[in-house]
């Protein structure tokens, strides 16, 4: 598996932003389709970004479209999620996951590659 260390998550106030890292180790980041994925406390994970492989297209969920931005930084082997206007719904633990044989999925099943997670608090 490709190791990914997720970092950037905080404390903030609704309205507020945060950007996340997830700094990968074993594969370049432009080889491989890397995504964002989030659950809270009794829900089920969720998808919320992807950047595919090769051709750097993004994909984001309804609930974040025009709020969130998925990157990658080649020279620094790490993808990022700018979060912008953060609502208290978006409280979660956020996960980095990648696979070597995906192009674009948001089914977490079909990852393979997981970091520990980083958590994201937004208050009202």
């Known amino acids: 598996q490709v190791l990914l260390v997720e970092s950037g998550g905080g404390l903030v106030q609704a309205g507020g932003s945060l950007r996340l890292s997830c700094a990968a180790s074993?594969?370049?980041?432009?080889?491989?389709?890397m995504a964002w994925f989030r659950q809270a406390p009794g829900k089920e994970r969720e998808f919320v970004a992807t950047?595919?492989?090769?051709?750097?297209?993004?994909y984001y969920a309804d609930s974040v479209k025009g709020r969130f931005t998925i990157s990658r930084d080649n020279a620094k082997n790490t993808v990022y999620l700018q979060m912008n206007s953060l609502k208290p719904e978006d409280t979660a633990v956020y996960y980095c996951?990648?696979?070597?044989?995906?192009?674009?999925?948001?089914?977490?099943?079909?990852?393979?590659?997981w970091g520990q997670g980083t958590q994201v608090t937004v208050s009202s």
């Open positions: 950047i595919t492989r090769s051709t750097g297209s993004t």
């Open positions: 074993g594969r370049t980041v432009s080889s491989v389709t």
């Open positions: 996951a990648t696979d070597t044989e995906v192009y674009l999925t948001t089914e977490p099943g079909r990852y393979n590659s």
